[in-house]
């Protein structure tokens, strides 16, 4: 099958590896796994139990940093972490330092990088693209090609439909100013945000809150709130039948 699995790497009972699969030192895979084809496990990267990763799929790829670079990387990243029960698709790229927890489905084409924290029972769609520094809490849906910047935290139920865009600089790279206000979006519990959206840097969407598809939102929104419109202006409240309390037993 011509694969290449080092003498310091370890690979649990009943886990099925692909051809011209490549685990590296002290990577540890757990047991009952599928590893497709040329799925490439760096160096102390962790695998838990039951966890599918179809082809072509890089865990714990060491991120780049460009000279022009205004954040340079640290020293030291941790392997990165794939709790049990989690499918991650074809051509994924997961980043060192990334701590994902159980029962993920992370779709073909997805990007993960350094430094992110992502809960439990979380779909992450195909071509989505999650930055670094980001803190992802349990059961949320990122849907296909939606963009999570860096410096953003999202708690726990929120939907974030495809071709969302979130953004953390406020002054284009042209002033250094920058530096003292550089901040991504944070989405409280159960926020929502429709297709083609756009939210602008260190905005925050309050529990319940609901963006429009289209929208482009320059201020915080309230709780329980429709916005709609550019820029995004409060329309009405969220209907009783479609608040998170309303739906957890369908989430």
Do not use: W
Request: proline share 4%; with cysteine.
């Amino acid at each position: 099958m011509n694969q290449h699995i080092a003498s310091s790497a370890r690979v649990g009972a009943n886990t099925r590896l692909g051809a011209n699969v490549v685990i590296l030192e002290d990577a540890r895979i757990g047991e009952n796994c599928l590893i497709g084809h040329n799925v490439v496990i760096h160096p102390g990267s962790v695998i838990g139990d039951n966890v599918r990763i179809d082809d072509n799929t890089i865990i714990g790829k060491a991120p780049l940093s460009s000279p022009r670079s205004i954040f340079k990387l640290p020293e030291g990243l941790k392997p990165a972490v794939i709790g049990a029960g989690c499918q991650i698709g074809a051509n994924v790229i997961i980043y060192l330092q990334c701590e994902i927890g159980q029962r993920n489905l992370i779709a073909d084409l997805a990007t993960i990088r350094e430094n992110v924290v992502i809960g439990d029972l979380n779909i992450i769609g195909r071509g989505v693209s999650i930055e670094n520094y980001v803190t992802i809490g349990d059961r949320n849906k990122f849907e296909t090609n939606c963009y999570i910047t860096a410096y953003s935290q999202i708690e726990d139920y929120c939907f974030v439909a495809p071709c969302v865009a979130t953004s953390n600089d406020n002054y284009m790279a042209r002033d250094p100013q920058r530096f003292e206000h550089f901040k991504g979006v944070t989405l409280r519990r159960g926020a929502r945000i429709g297709v083609n959206a756009t939210i602008l840097p260190g905005k925050v969407l309050a529990e319940d809150a609901c963006v429009a598809g289209g929208a482009v939102v320059s201020r915080d929104v309230p709780s329980a709130t429709v916005v709609v419109g550019s820029p995004a202006k409060a329309l009405r409240e969220v209907p009783s039948e479609q608040l998170l309390a309303n739906n957890l037993d369908k989430q």
